[in-house]
Each structure stands twice: as C-alpha cells, then as structure tokens.
C-alpha cells in the first residue's frame, strides 16, 4: 500500500523560504522508473506542477518557477524535501506530493497541506 | 511553455454521456493523464497514458488522443461524477515536464 504524507508550516511570511516534507511508504526512491512529484493548487484554482524528483536524482522544475525550488531526497529515510524560497501571498495553497512513474503519471497523492504565506 | 485548455465546465443529466476535452499542439504526439477532484480532496487518476483505467475505476471512464485534442468521456453519468477534472501531459518536447490542464467542473443536473 502506497501513502503520501506532507508536513510543514501552515503559515510563512512573506519573502521567507517554504520547506516542505513528502514522507512515503509503500515504495522507495531507489527502484528504477520511480519519483516523487510536488503540485500545488491555490484555494479555487487549478492544479500547478512545481517540481520532480527521480530514483536517480534527476530532476525537474517547471519553467516558471525553477529559480525558486529545490528539491531534493533522502532515500534512507523515505522522504522527498521541496524549498520554496521568497514566498509571496499569490503562494498561498495547498501542496501535494505524489508518487510519479516515468510516463508521468501520478496515481498515489498525499493528502495535501494548506500553506498560508501572510504577514 | 505548452498549453493545455480545457473548458471551464460541462453539464450533463444523469444517464447521459459527459466529454471533457484538452486541447494541445499537436498534444497527439504526448501522453495525457486524466484526474478527478472533489471538494476538499486530492485529485484521483482516472485514466492514463491516453486511455487505460487504474484498478478501481469504473468502465465508465474512457480516453482518447489525437491530434490537437484529448477527450475524457464518462459514460451513464451518475451524480457522484460531478467534480473537477483536470488533464495533464508529460512534454517530451520540452525536457519532459509536466502540465496541468486548467481543469473543467463537471456539473449533473
């Protein structure tokens, strides 16, 4: 059985650094074809891919926010970590992470974490 | 980047078929993946790579891709159905990233 979980802060100021935790089981990120994805999706709005790691430390930002991510994994302890830096209140969301196959699919989801950035 | 556009929503009576379309360049040559939202959930995969079920999801759900455009059809739509459902490519034109349709409510009267 596949599970997700998200932790971190639920409220970040502005301009500060968004550090955020994906724990897993079920799988591990160092079996050839997997990865762990982060998405967010503002409160109404539409789903928005951030970030992608895989079992061989390839990764993947999107354009549009690449100069603002990091993500990276620690495979001993089933974790994938995503940094956000100067955050900005149009950040304010809830962050997924998900299990990703190489065709891109994300079939395992976490629950999600609401992420406030406010003053 | 890539673009995928998807109508805002699409109404259905119960017993009838629902298509929700994402429209892409060429978005024939990609892989889409289709998930379902409801409120206050994570999305659910419906379907990927183009037309394949997960385990657990009814035949009613079915895809199709080619060309500019990718279609989800749910077929006998029950009331359960009504959510959001977004479309997403994996770009092999642009270093494989991911996209996200910009999602369509399904709304049964």
């Avoid at chain 1, 603002?68 to 209140?89: A, E, G, W, Y």
């Amino acid at each position: 059985q596949i599970t997700l979980k998200e932790s971190g802060p639920t409220l970040v100021k502005p301009t500060q650094t968004l550090t955020l935790t994906c724990t897993f089981s079920g799988f591990s990120l160092s079996t050839s074809g997997v990865g762990v994805g982060w998405i967010r999706q503002p409160p109404g709005k539409a789903l928005e891919w951030l970030a992608l790691i895989y079992w061989d430390d390839d990764k993947r930002y999107s354009p549009s926010l690449k100069s603002r991510l990091t993500i990276t994994k620690d495979t001993s302890k089933n974790q994938v970590v995503v940094t956000m830096t100067n955050l900005d209140p149009v950040d304010t969301a809830t962050y997924y992470c998900a299990h990703a196959t190489t065709s891109g699919t994300y079939q395992y989801w976490g629950q999600g974490t609401l992420v406030t950035v406010s003053s | 980047s890539y673009v995928l556009t998807q109508p805002p929503s699409v109404s259905v009576a119960p017993g009838q078929t629902a298509r929700i379309t994402c429209g892409g360049n060429n978005i024939g040559s990609n892989t889409v993946h289709w998930y379902q939202q409801k409120p206050g959930q994570a999305p659910v995969l419906v379907v990927y790579d183009d037309s394949d079920r997960p385990s657990g999801i009814p035949e009613r759900f079915s895809g199709s891709n080619y060309g500019n455009t990718a279609t989800l059809t749910i077929s006998r739509v029950e009331a359960g159905d009504e959510a959001d459902y977004y479309c997403q490519v994996w770009d092999s034109s642009s270093d494989h990233l991911v996209v996200f349709g910009g999602g369509t409510k399904l709304t049964v009267l």
